[in-house]
């Protein structure tokens, strides 16, 4: 590997890869759709600068953070990272945005999917 290696693989992994859910009972595809950036993405490096910064806005005067609060910014992080996807409610598709992507994201079996895809970055490997 070559230093130019790693900074294609950064470039590459902005383009974001798709994760297709899986039904969380029978493990079968949902036809849900994300594209997520890489942990190694400039994308991803702007939402953990972002949740650093959340943080310390809601800290209170002794810099605790409560944990819904913590969760609730750790979830705008994740979501940020959702730069494409294929989802539809009653048949038509439902458009991105950042309160779509934290809809979705709230619920426990999606988040985890989500999370553990993006940090993974066995998925964002430079495609040759």
Do not use: H, Y
Not at 44 to 54: G, H, N
């Amino acid at each position: 590997m070559q230093l130019e290696d790693i900074r294609a693989n950064v470039s590459d992994q902005d383009r974001g890869r798709e994760l297709e859910l899986a039904d969380p009972f029978t493990g079968e595809p949902t036809g849900l759709k994300l594209t997520l950036c890489g942990p190694d993405s400039d994308t991803a490096r702007r939402a953990r600068l972002a949740l650093a910064d959340r943080l310390a806005e809601l800290a209170d005067d002794t810099g605790r953070v409560t944990a819904e609060n913590r969760e609730r910014a750790r979830l705008e992080c994740l979501a940020a990272l959702v730069i494409r996807w294929d989802v539809k409610e009653d048949g038509k598709p439902v458009d991105l945005s950042t309160k779509a992507a934290l809809t979705l994201l709230r619920v426990s079996w999606v988040e985890q999917q989500v999370d553990a895809f993006a940090a993974d970055r066995r998925n964002f490997r430079s495609e040759a």
